[in-house]
Nanobody, 125 residues
């Protein structure tokens, strides 16, 4: 079975940092764009960041710009999300996702066909 598994979530104070990881069970995602989304209770799942298949290009949602950095390993099915200066409004379940798109145009959840189970990020005031 093809799986995406997130890790690295936790509880931090405002201004703190976290590094999320996403590991894939298969190498098929090495040719796909990979993205991060988040969903808070009562809200829609929203786009956070996406990285191209080769790791060269990245695209971010406005709240993530300047604070979050997405990266991936070369030739391996692992993607990361480094988050700094976290704010209470960043509190959500963060999901890793894979798209058959190769670039960074996939900024909506409808473009993604594979999803992880999510990892909780909680930021206190």
């Amino acid at each position: 079975q093809v799986r995406l598994v997130e890790s690295g979530g936790g509880s931090v104070q405002a201004g703190g940092s976290l590094r999320l990881s996403c590991a894939a069970s298969e190498r098929i995602f090495d040719s796909y764009a990979m993205g991060w989304f988040r969903q808070a209770p009562g809200k829609e799942r929203e786009f956070v960041a996406v990285i191209s298949w080769d790791g060269v290009n990245q695209n971010y949602a406005e709240p993530a710009k300047g604070r979050f950095a997405i990266s991936r390993t070369s030739g391996e099915s692992t993607v990361y999300l480094q988050m700094i200066n976290l704010k209470p409004e960043d509190t959500a379940v963060y999901y890793c996702a894979a798209s058959t798109f190769t670039g960074t145009a996939a900024t909506s959840k409808g473009y993604y066909g594979y999803w992880g189970q999510g990892t909780q990020v909680t930021v206190s005031s």
